[in-house]
């Protein structure tokens, strides 16, 4: 039974009964306890960050940002637990408003933490390839640029759901419902899958030249044409191999967010009335609560690669560490010039 109605100057979309899709309510109690994680995790990233001196370096700016991403997710999960629940269901759908700002505020946050991962990607790169012409040309007011840029296009790509959504009776909060077939099968794949070859073929070129400077670092100290002092040999192996740790730990933040993603985005790309009625409900549901379950894990792989954020977790953690108190440790990542203690994210 076809069920219609006009609601206004968006163009209208009429669906059947029979295919009201109203959500699995016994994943509300994981969604919000999913977005207590996000919260927690990434707050407890960006005051580490803050507190620890050893930490302000130029990559992770972006660390930061991409918190900041991931943060605004945990947010806006909290809507959609409430959508999930029978008894606020139908306060989030009374007014579609609310449900546009739940996928764009999600859309947005997406499209920034991938272009926030392209970026550390290629930061990685040119530090590794080009250390002295990093030092030279990567400054923090580029770093800056670069970050409000991906956030700008971000929010651009993710809020221009307000222009292009349908309105639907009866009402649904569902991205393949209400927005037009070209946006979640092309525009949105399209924004998730080229940052993420692009980010692959980055970390392969990484990989390739680290690998390159262990081998000829090993041979010229075996063969003594090695022409530093043994402390500068050592120097530069250590930069060379904290610089390889850290591309690895984003590696392994790019592989968890594509792991998680990837499925979600498949089935906009491949979504049709054959595939909708095929592919369970339950299965849609927990491939998106496995995407934005991503944004709640990264503070868990951060102090797995790097011991100062393990040292400031722990702090943070056993409430051991003053607001005041600030880590004065080594640099993880970068030497003494990468600091980036003027740039407030």
């Keep these: 039974m076809n069920v ?52 302000q370096t130029k990559s992770n700016a972006f660390v930061a940002s991409l918190a900041v ?31 546009i700002f739940l996928l764009s505020t999600a859309f947005s946050a997406i499209v920034v933490s991938i272009l926030n991962m392209l970026l550390v990607a290629i930061d990685r790169l040119v530090f590794i390839d080009h250390p002295f012409f990093y030092m030279r040309v990567v400054t923090n007011k580029l770093i800056a640029a670069s970050i409000i840029v991906s956030w700008m296009v971000g929010l651009s790509v993710g809020n221009s759901q307000w222009f292009i959504y349908k309105r639907i009776y009866p009402p649904q909060c569902v991205a393949t419902i209400i927005l037009p077939e070209i946006y979640f099968k092309y525009t949105a794949p399209w924004f998730y899958f080229v940052p993420c070859f692009a980010i692959f073929g980055i970390y392969i070129n990484i990989a390739r030249t680290a690998k390159r400077q262990r081998e000829a670092i090993a041979k010229q100290t075996v063969a003594g044409t090695f022409h530093f002092t043994s402390a500068q040999q050592r120097k530069t192996a250590k930069s ?26 498949v089935l906009y790309a491949i979504a049709s009335d054959e595939v909708n009625n095929t592919v369970p409900g339950v299965v849609f549901d927990l491939f998106l609560l496995l995407g934005l379950l991503n944004s709640g894990v990264n503070f868990l792989v951060y102090p797995l690669h790097n011991r100062e954020f393990r040292k400031v977790f722990r702090q943070i953690f056993c409430s051991c560490l003053r607001p005041s108190t600030v880590v004065p440790a080594k640099s993880s990542f970068d030497d003494g010039r990468t600091h980036i203690s003027t740039i407030h994210l």
């Design 4 to 55: 219609t109605a006009d609601l206004g100057t968006n163009s209208t979309r009429n669906i059947t009964e029979d295919s009201i899709y109203i959500g699995n309510d016994k994943l509300a109690p994981v969604v919000f306890a999913t977005a207590f994680l996000i919260i927690f995790g990434n707050t407890a990233t960006l005051v580490s960050i803050k507190r620890s001196v050893s930490l």
């Design 69 to 99: 991403a991931d943060l605004t997710v945990g947010f806006g999960l909290i809507s959609y637990g409430l959508w999930l629940a029978p008894g606020t269901r139908e306060l989030v759908n009374k007014d579609l408003s609310v449900c």
């Design 240 to 265: 060379n191999e904290k610089s390889w740790k850290a591309a690895k730990m984003m590696m392994t933040v790019f592989g968890v967010f594509f792991l998680s993603w990837t499925p979600r985005f």
